[in-house]
Nanobody, 124 residues
Framework: VQLVECGGGLVQAGGSVRLSCAAS????????MGWFRQAPGKDREFVAG????????RYADSAKGRFTISRDNAKNTVYLQMNSLKPEDTAVYYC??????????????????WGQGTLVTVSS
């Protein structure tokens, strides 16, 4: 499985960015997909996750009400729409895939595949 993120860049505080993650693999539709982020000097942290059917997405408290995760299984793609961005959202954002679970989990080690990451910088 290969995951390729795109959509990062520089944005002003209060602005929006949509990240995309394209996945290879014939059974993408069965994977739980997650978005994580890692700021300089900090641990990688969970941002949002979505089950194979798109139901009941899960969000970190920092993302609730501002970020939306979605997926298009026909396109093997998962998205992260980020609104009302804050400088503290600055980080490298990674998408990740779980291949053997049915529910969203929040710990990085439970994910089997990772993308290379895309940098989002929010200026104040």
């Amino acid at each position: 499985v290969q995951l390729v993120e795109c959509g990062g860049g520089l944005v002003q505080a209060g602005g929006s960015v949509r990240l995309s993650c394209a996945a290879s693999g014939r059974i993408f539709s069965r994977y739980v997909m997650g978005w994580f982020r890692q700021a300089p000097g900090k641990d990688r942290e969970f941002v949002a996750g979505i089950r194979w059917n798109g139901y009941t997405p899960r969000y970190a408290d920092s993302a609730k009400g501002r970020f939306t995760i979605s997926r298009d299984n026909a396109k093997n793609t998962v998205y992260l729409q980020m609104n009302s961005l804050k400088p503290e959202d600055t980080a490298v954002y990674y998408c990740a895939a779980q291949t053997d679970r049915l529910i969203v989990t929040t710990t990085p080690y439970e994910y089997d595949y990772w993308g290379q990451g895309t940098l989002v910088t929010v200026s104040s």
